[in-house]
C-alpha cells in the first residue's frame, strides 16, 4: 500500500503504559476504510498495535476502534488528548459501549496519568475451568488465567519474541474450554514476576482480522482485576506490570460479590509523527 496515502491523513501516536496507540482525527464510520487506513498507518509505524478515530460526534467526543471494538487504552489516549494532558474529567462515547464513559486525566505522585472507566453493562463473570474465568464486557471479552493455570502455556516463553507462540497456545486455550467467541476476546496469562503480577495478553478482533501479544491492556487489566475480586464483599485495586515494563492500575467495586464498576489508570505518553501535508480524508 503507497505510505503517501498518509499524507491525507491526521493522527497522533500515544503510549498509554506501553501499548503505542493510534489516533486519527476523524470519526470514520466505514470500517473498510478504517482498515484500510489503519493498515497504512501500521505499515509506517511497526509497534502500534491499534488504531482509534477520534472527534466530537453529536454527544460529545467520540472514539470509534477499526473494528469497532471497546479498547480502555485508546479511550485514555481520547481523553488525553481531548483535555490536552490537563488534568479534568468527559465522557467519551466509545465504540462497543452501549452508553459514554467517563475518562479523564489525574494527578498521581510525580506525574500525570490518564483514566478510563469500563463499560461492564451486563457483564458476565463465569469460571470456566479450574483457574480460568470468561469475563465478558461491552465491547470486549477475557479469559483470565491464574498464575498457576497460566504456568504450563507460558513456561519457557519470552513476551514479545515469543508473541506468535502465545498468541498460539492462546488459541489453545479458547479451544480447550470450549469458548464461543464473537467480536473482540483476549487470553490473559498472568505470573508472578518480583512480588508483581505480570500480564501477557492475547488480543484477537475478529472484525478485521487482527491478532496481537500487546505490550499493554487496559481491559484485560480490568478483567484480571474483576477476576480477583469475585467473591469478595468489598472493592480492590491491583496494579499489573505489563509486558512493556510499565504498570496499569486497575480498581474495581464490588457489591453483593459482582463487579459494579472498574477504572484503569496509568501513565502516558505521545510519541512525535513526522508533519506532512494534510488533506480531507
Known amino acids: 500500500m503507497d505510505t503517501n496515502s498518509l499524507k491525507c491523513i491526521k493522527y497522533r501516536l500515544f503510549v498509554p503504559g506501553g501499548n503505542v ?7 470514520e464510520k466505514d470500517i473498510h476504510r478504517r482498515r484500510e487506513i489503519q493498515d497504512i498507518i501500521m505499515e509506517r509505524h511497526v509497534d502500534v498495535e491499534q488504531v482509534g478515530f477520534f472527534g466530537i460526534g453529536a454527544d460529545g467526543p467520540e472514539l470509534i476502534m477499526t473494528g469497532g471494538e471497546f479498547c480502555g487504552n485508546a479511550a485514555r489516549s481520547a481523553a488525553w488528548q481531548y483535555l490536552g494532558g490537563n488534568p479534568g474529567e468527559t465522557a467519551i462515547r466509545v465504540s462497543g459501549a452501549s452508553r459514554p464513559v467517563r475518562a479523564g486525566v489525574k494527578a498521581a505522585l510525580f506525574y500525570l496519568v490518564a483514566w478510563a472507566e469500563m463499560p461492564l453493562g451486563g457483564h458476565e463473570a463465569k469460571r470456566v475451568d479450574v483457574g480460568m474465568t470468561w469475563i465478558a464486557m461491552e465491547g470486549i471479552s477475557h479469559l483470565v488465567l491464574t498464575p498457576e493455570a497460566s504456568y504450563g502455556y507460558i513456561t519457557g516463553l519470552n513476551g514479545a519474541k515469543d508473541a506468535q507462540e502465545f498468541l498460539r497456545r492462546a488459541q489453545d486455550v479458547i479451544q480447550t474450554c470450549a469458548i464461543r467467541v464473537n467480536g473482540a ?19 484477537f478482533i475478529q472484525a478485521v ?3 496481537f501479544y500487546e505490550t499493554a491492556c487496559g481491559s484485560g487489566s480490568a478483567a484480571v482485576a474483576i477476576a480477583l475480586g469475585i467473591g ?4 480492590l485495586t491491583v496494579s499489573l506490570l505489563q ?4 504498570h496499569i492500575e486497575a480498581s474495581v467495586r464490588i457489591d453483593g ?25
Do not use: W
Request: hydrophobic residues 40%; proline residues 5%.
Open 257 to 281: 460479590g459482582r463487579a459494579v464498576s472498574a477504572i484503569i489508570s496509568g501513565a502516558i505518553g505521545e510519541l512525535p509523527v513526522t508533519k506532512c501535508r494534510t488533506q480531507n480524508m
Open 243 to 246: 509486558p512493556s515494563g510499565m
Open 232 to 235: 469478595r464483599s468489598r472493592g
Open 185 to 203: 476476546y483476549g487470553v490473559i496469562f498472568t505470573e508472578v514476576f518480583d512480588s508483581s503480577m505480570k500480564i501477557h495478553p492475547c488480543v
Open 21 to 27: 496507540t493510534a489516533l486519527v482525527e476523524g470519526l
Open 209 to 211: 482480522g487482527s491478532a
